[in-house]
């Protein structure tokens, strides 16, 4: 559900949460517009009910001639690892590791969609030879 509210805002009603649209300032409070720079679903019903294409209000960074222009200048390879500058600093080294406290589990931990025990339960020893 979609309602006019002001020069031009809208309030998109998305179930029990309604999101606030901004055409003129390109903003949505959800925010996905304004971090991805293409139009976000509650964007796109405002712009159905203008009558406009979402098209057009993309972020020039997803244009083509941007594209183009990110990669019309010649990128050089770079030389193998012989071949680098030696640094006078000293060699960076990974952290100590510390042993943990207790004993360790032997068991690995289960994902949360994974069921705790298995489905067929428990053997029974009935009828099996103890020696």
């Known amino acids: 559900m979609i309602q006019f509210n002001g020069d031009k805002g809208f309030e998109v009603l998305d179930g029990a949460f309604g999101q606030t649209i901004d055409m003129g300032h390109q903003t949505c409070s959800c925010r996905s517009w304004q971090l991805k720079g293409i139009a976000c679903e509650h964007a796109c019903c405002a712009m159905v009910h203008l009558k406009k294409k979402p098209e057009h209000y993309v972020s020039p960074w997803y244009s083509k001639n941007t594209y183009m222009k990110s990669y019309a200048n010649v990128m050089q390879p770079v030389r193998g690892r012989k071949l680098w500058p030696q640094s006078n600093s000293p060699a ?40």
Request: without cysteine; charged residues 40%; hydrophobic residues 25%.
């Open 92 to 131: 960076i080294l990974p952290p100590i590791t510390t042993k943990k406290l207790g004993r360790p589990k032997n068991l690995r931990r289960k994902d949360r969609d994974e069921p705790q025990r298995p489905a067929f339960g428990k053997l029974s020893k009935k009828g099996v030879k103890m020696t």
